[in-house]
C-alpha cells in the first residue's frame, strides 16, 4: 500500500525560503517519477517539479531557479527546496508518486507567502 505523507508547509515572507518533505512508503523510488503539484484556490492543479528514477528533473516554468527537487532514496523521502518564495507560490502542496499510468497522492500541505 502507498502512503505519502508531507511535511514542512507554513508560513514564510516573500524572498524566504522553505523545504518540504514528503515521506514515502509502499514506493521503489528507482521506479516510479516523484513529483510535486500545489493547487491555489480558484486554480487547477499544477506541476511544480518532479525527478524519474534515473533521477532527470522537471520544472514548471514559474519555479524554475527557485526551487530543486531531490530525493534520498535511503530514507525513501522526497524534496523540494523552495527560495526567493512570492506571493504567487502560496498554494497547497502535494507530493505525487507515477508509474504505469497510476498516481498516487499524498494528502497535501498549504504553503503561505506573505508579501
Known amino acids: 500500500q502507498v502512503q505519502l505523507v508531507e511535511s514542512g508547509g507554513g508560513l514564510v515572507q516573500a524572498g524566504g525560503s522553505l523545504r518540504l518533505s514528503c515521506a514515502a512508503s509502499g514506493v521503489i523510488f528507482d521506479s516510479h517519477t516523484m513529483g510535486w503539484y500545489r493547487q491555489a484556490p480558484g486554480k487547477q492543479r499544477e506541476l511544480v517539479a518532479a525527478i524519474s528514477g534515473s533521477g532527470t528533473t522537471n520544472y514548471g516554468d514559474s519555479v524554475k531557479g527557485r526551487f530543486t527537487v531531490s530525493t534520498d532514496n535511503a530514507k525513501n523521502t522526497l524534496y523540494l527546496q523552495m527560495n526567493s518564495l512570492k506571493p504567487e507560490d502560496t498554494a497547497v502542496y502535494y507530493c505525487?508518486?507515477?508509474?504505469?499510468?497510476?498516481?498516487?497522492w499524498g494528502q497535501g500541505t498549504q504553503v503561505t507567502v506573505s508579501s
Open positions: 505525487n508518486a507515477a508509474r504505469n499510468r497510476r498516481n498516487y
